[in-house]
C-alpha cells in the first residue's frame, strides 16, 4: 500500500475537488439506475420542480464528496479511510446520475458548488482531525439526514417521472448502507447541538440551491 506524502494528498484531493466541481468524476462499476428506464411526458411545471430538486441532490453530492475527501485526509486508521474512499466513489455515481438527469430536465446544477465543495472539505477535516469515532459518526448523522431529504423528495416528485425517482431511491439505498457501515466502523453518536446545527446548515444549502 503506498503512503503519500502531504504534498501528493494535497495534489490528489485538488483533482478530486476539480473533477466534481468542474469536470468528469471518477465512477464505480455500477449503471445509471434510469438509463433503461423509459422518457415520460412531463409538463413544463414538473420540469421545472424535478430538475431543481436534481440540482438540489447534485449539490448535497458535491458536498459528501468534500466531506468524505476532507474526513480521508485526517483519518488516522487505513481501514477507516479505506471506507470513505469507497463510499465517496459511489458519491460520485451520484453525482453523475443528478447532473445529467438535471441537464435532461433542461437546467443547471448549482452555481455555487465551488462553496458547498470547500467548506465541508474543511468540516470533513475538522471531524477527521476530531478522532475516527466522531468522524464516522458524523458520517451517520450526514446520510440520516441526506436520507430523509431524499424521501421529502421522492414524495414531491410526479409520481409518472420514473427516471428520476429510479435515481433518488438507489441513492437512498445507498447513502442508508454508508450509514450503517460507518455505525459499524465504530461511528460514536454526535451530540444533540452538533446535530442541530448539521440540519440548519443542510437547509440553507438545500434552500439556496433550489434557486441558484
Same mark, same amino acid.
Given at each position: 500500500?503506498?503512503?503519500?506524502?502531504?504534498?501528493?494528498?494535497? &495534489?490528489?484531493?485538488?483533482?478530486?475537488?476539480?473533477?466534481?466541481?468542474?469536470?468528469?468524476?471518477?465512477?464505480? $462499476?455500477?449503471?445509471?439506475? =434510469? +438509463?433503461?428506464?423509459?422518457?415520460? +411526458?412531463?409538463?413544463?411545471?414538473?420540469? @421545472?420542480?424535478?430538475?431543481?430538486?436534481?440540482?438540489?441532490?447534485? =449539490?448535497? $453530492? @458535491?458536498?459528501?464528496?468534500?466531506?468524505?475527501?476532507?474526513?480521508? &485526509?485526517?483519518?488516522?486508521?487505513? $481501514? *477507516?479511510?479505506?471506507?470513505?474512499?469507497?463510499?465517496? #466513489?459511489?458519491?460520485?455515481?451520484?453525482?453523475?446520475?443528478?447532473?445529467?438527469?438535471?441537464?435532461?430536465?433542461?437546467? /443547471?446544477?448549482?452555481?455555487?458548488?465551488?462553496?458547498?465543495?470547500?467548506?465541508?472539505?474543511?468540516?470533513? =477535516?475538522? =471531524?477527521?482531525?476530531?478522532?475516527?469515532?466522531?468522524?464516522?459518526?458524523? @458520517?451517520?448523522?450526514?446520510?440520516?439526514? @441526506?436520507?430523509?431529504? #431524499?424521501?421529502? /423528495?421522492?414524495?414531491?416528485?410526479? $409520481?409518472?417521472?420514473?427516471?428520476?425517482?429510479?435515481?433518488?431511491?438507489?441513492?437512498?439505498?445507498?447513502?442508508?448502507? /454508508?450509514?450503517? &457501515?460507518?455505525?459499524?466502523?465504530?461511528?460514536?453518536?454526535?451530540?444533540?447541538? *452538533?446535530?442541530?446545527?448539521?440540519? &440548519? *446548515?443542510?437547509? *440553507?444549502?438545500?434552500?439556496?440551491?433550489?434557486?441558484?
Amino acid at each position: 500500500m503506498r503512503n503519500y506524502s502531504p504534498i501528493d494528498k494535497l &495534489l490528489l484531493n485538488l483533482d478530486t475537488g476539480l473533477r466534481t466541481v468542474f469536470g468528469q468524476p471518477v465512477l464505480t $462499476e455500477r449503471p445509471n439506475p =434510469a +438509463e433503461h428506464l423509459p422518457d415520460t +411526458e412531463l409538463s413544463e411545471a414538473e420540469r @421545472v420542480l424535478a430538475g431543481r430538486l436534481m440540482r438540489i441532490n447534485h =449539490a448535497g $453530492e @458535491v458536498s459528501a464528496q468534500g466531506l468524505y475527501q476532507g474526513q480521508a &485526509l485526517t483519518a488516522r486508521l487505513p $481501514e *477507516v479511510r479505506g471506507k470513505m474512499e469507497r463510499a465517496a #466513489l459511489e458519491e460520485n455515481d451520484h453525482l453523475e446520475w443528478c447532473e445529467r438527469r438535471a441537464r435532461e430536465m433542461g437546467t /443547471h446544477v448549482s452555481y455555487l458548488n465551488p462553496l458547498w465543495y470547500v467548506g465541508s472539505l474543511a468540516i470533513g =477535516a475538522i =471531524a477527521g482531525a476530531a478522532g475516527d469515532k466522531w468522524s464516522l459518526g458524523f @458520517v451517520v448523522e450526514t446520510e440520516h439526514q @441526506v436520507v430523509k431529504h #431524499l424521501d421529502e /423528495h421522492l414524495a414531491q416528485l410526479p $409520481e409518472h417521472d420514473q427516471k428520476s425517482r429510479a435515481i433518488l431511491e438507489q441513492m437512498k439505498d445507498d447513502e442508508a448502507h /454508508h450509514a450503517t &457501515l460507518a455505525l459499524h466502523a465504530g461511528g460514536a453518536p454526535l451530540p444533540t447541538p *452538533v446535530k442541530t446545527l448539521m440540519g &440548519l *446548515v443542510s437547509k *440553507v444549502m438545500t434552500r439556496t440551491a433550489y434557486w441558484i
